[in-house]
């Protein structure tokens, strides 16, 4: 998938850029059942990824980002948020293979440093043009 911007972006607060960032996450509550994941979008507010996980809306997650600084993607820093499941969806499919992705979740950022968002902002707007 390339980057794209997403055409839902009037909707929002911030612009939504589609892009497989890695992410590390746990449930707040349970910060042993660690997970891996990509993004398949991202903004200053939020991200949606896939994951073979059923995490319930309202779950409290832990994320470690690991965000590009350019849409080159040659330096990368980490960024830790909190986030709160806004939704989950199922994927649409006959079967699954095992550890292959079931579920989409959209979660927006809780707890951030404003100039983590920032970077995240500074990245989509970058990847625009």
């Known amino acids: 998938m390339g980057m794209e911007i997403s055409r839902y ?3 929002r607060k911030f612009l939504r850029l ?20 990509f993004t398949r979008d991202i903004s200053g507010g939020g991200l949606m990824f896939e994951t073979d996980r059923d995490i319930p809306a309202g779950s409290e997650l832990e994320l470690e980002i690991y965000q590009p600084s350019t849409s080159g993607k040659n330096i990368i820093f980490s960024v830790h948020v909190v986030a709160k499941a806004s939704w989950t969806r199922g994927i649409a499919k006959d079967s699954f293979e095992e550890g292959e992705n079931r579920y989409q979740v959209g979660v927006e950022f809780s707890e951030i440093k404003e100039e983590d968002r920032q970077r995240i902002v500074n990245f989509v707007n970058g990847s625009m043009i």
Do not use: P, Q, T, V
């Open 9 to 11: 972006a009037e909707r």
């Open 18 to 37: 589609e892009d497989n960032i890695f992410i590390l996450g746990s449930l707040k509550a349970n910060h042993a059942d660690e997970f891996k994941a």
